[in-house]
């Protein structure tokens, strides 16, 4: 896939890998649009990227329509989602509530979900599209208190693999990036980013990788890649 002019749409884009992957990708010459659940947030990141801000909520379906008739009024055309929004938890089994559970499914599940589907419908009709997934090393080996987030990351894995079987025939590309532990705002209720560690991973890491993956010709595709830190001790 060639970056320019390509449209590509990033959800949770105001932070992090989301916001890094975005400024990686306006630099080699795409069209971005970033969500955000906070209206400030994301206009002001936007106008600090260069890209289209998109006030939205990816766990509220009213919300995902939003998003795509606001893309395709804008852009036109759809190349690639970047399935970025996501939330964590972390909290020993037995405090565990239902409400945990829904709290981040509904945004690394059932958000993931409903944005790939209406992203799949486009993709289907132009016989072409990407989707990239942002999961985790957590999806293939759990951690102590960490039953909700990665058993949402396990689920978010699964269900790539299931549209990667069903829109291969489609020229559709999915893809699942797994990156272990980043020095970014996740995970922290104050949402400030953490200062970078010189051993540790940044947004940046996981932006080349996505950008990487984007950009292999269309004949091809990488279902599924880690990265980690080199050495995070």
Known sequence: MKLDNANILITGGTLGIG????????????????????????????RSLGALPITADVADFGDVKHTFSTFLNEFGRLDALINNAGIGMYKPLDELT???FE?????NVF?????????ASIFKTQKYGNII??????????YEGGSVYASSKAALRSMTQSWQA???????????INPSEVTTAF???????????PHKLRGQEIAWAIKSALEMDNRGFIPELAVWATNPF
């Open 166 to 176: 069903e829109l291969r025939r489609y020229n559709v590309r999915v893809m699942l």
């Open 187 to 197: 995970g922290r209720e104050d949402r400030k980013e953490r200062h970078p560690e």
């Open 133 to 142: 997934n942002i999961g985790s090393t957590a999806a293939t080996k759990g």
């Open 103 to 107: 709290q981040v499914y509904r945004v």
């Open 19 to 46: 916001h890094a992957t975005a400024e990686l990708l306006i630099r080699h010459g795409a069209n971005v649009a970033i969500t955000g659940r906070d209206e400030k947030r994301t206009h002001r990141a936007a």
């Open 111 to 119: 958000g993931a979900a409903m944005m790939a589907a209406a992203a």
């Open 98 to 100: 239902l409400e945990d």
